[in-house]
């Protein structure tokens, strides 16, 4: 396989910026593209195009496509598709937003930067409600499975498919359920991380049962947590060799298959979501031969 980007299969860093950027109209983004090429690479940014861009460059991507907004019984979830995805990566926020800085800079003016947001890591890679989140990742081999594609076409072999969504949690509201409760919305006991034998048909982790999916639906997640003047919550990142897991699993989330919602609902909604292709790695920078560049 072609080299994929580092940063999808390291392990989850101390610190985050999200950065999301539009294409500014009538303008070309093939010089910024390739000055950023140039720059990532390494497991300190992961880099994903939008649907939009990749057209705006004259090319298809097989599988890339739109967002889809979804609503079920009690939840809404939106699109909030942007043309171009960076995430930094690294232990130090000062070296991360100097980072941020410069490649916003490169950038320009192609692009505008419409959304920006910090993640880290809570504890042993908590999330904000306290429940381990990643413990089911597929690893090693597996892991690569799930989220590289593997083709023959030349510029795709090793790209990945990432979807990307800040949920925003109202943790107040999760506190005022019983520890029961809030152990039967996940799934699993808060105390030990076991799996409930008996949980309700709407607690996640019976909602998302990787292997309960026909094809089965595994996906390697790098969420974290993120809080802000704003509020707080969870950036969901998960990374496939299509957005194909992923879709099922949300249309299951949002009842579409049963009509049962997701019990995360009672407490988190999502505010953004995105897809984005995230090219693979040529040398010493992105391999952007699929789009021209
Ligand atoms: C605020 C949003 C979310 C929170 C707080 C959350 C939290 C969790 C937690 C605590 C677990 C159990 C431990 C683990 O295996 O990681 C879990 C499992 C999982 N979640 Fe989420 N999750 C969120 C959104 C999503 C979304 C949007 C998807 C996919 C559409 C998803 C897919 C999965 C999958 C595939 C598993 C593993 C299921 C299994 O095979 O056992 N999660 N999540």
Known sequence: MTAYQPGILAPVPAHSRYLEFGLVPNSDPAPALKALASRAGGEDIVVGLGQALVRALGKTVGGLRPFPAMAGPGCAVPSTQADLWLWLRGADRGHIAGRARGLAQLLQPAFRRDRQTDGFKFGRGLDLSGYEDGTENPEGKAAIEAAFLRTAEAGLDGSSFVAVQQWAHDLDRFETLAQAERDNVIGRRLDDNEELGDAPASAHVKRTAQESFNPE??????????????????????????????????????????????ALFRFTRPLTGSYFWCPPVAGRGLDLGAVGI
């Open 217 to 262: 639906a595994f996906l390697l997640r790098r969420s974290m947590p993120w809080a802000e003047a704003g509020g707080e919550g969870l950036m969901f990142v998960a990374f496939g060799h299509s957005f194909d897991a992923f879709e099922a699993q949300l249309s299951r989330m949002s009842g579409q298959e049963d009509g049962i919602t997701d």
